[in-house]
């Protein structure tokens, strides 16, 4: 479901309803257009989970720092919000979420 949420806000982005730079933009297209986990958040398909377990972590803080910049409009923020939640599950292992 989170995907489907994803894609909701790219299309919003593409009707200019939500205004990201153009490395966020970047980042959300290549984030729905990956066909596996380790392409969602590198260009290695190959990564093990751990790396790719990193990498999320990474993308996580990223959108979180965007999440709390002062050039992120209020709708921006709140794609930020779902995309670090997906990056954080991402992240985090099965033992760790049921934890």
């Known amino acids: 479901m989170q995907l489907v949420r994803l ?44 790396d790719v377990r990193e990498a999320a972590h990474r993308r996580a803080l990223s959108w979180r720092a965007f999440e709390s910049s002062a050039h992120a409009s209020p709708m921006a923020r709140r794609l930020a919000a779902d995309l670090v939640r997906f990056y954080e599950r991402m992240s985090t292992t099965d033992e760790e979420r049921a934890a």
């Open 7 to 50: 894609a909701r806000w790219w299309g919003r982005s593409g009707d200019g309803e939500v205004e990201l730079p153009a490395d966020e933009r970047d980042d959300l297209r290549g984030m729905l257009s990956a066909e596996s986990a380790p392409q969602r958040v590198g260009p290695d398909g190959s990564a093990s989970e751990q």
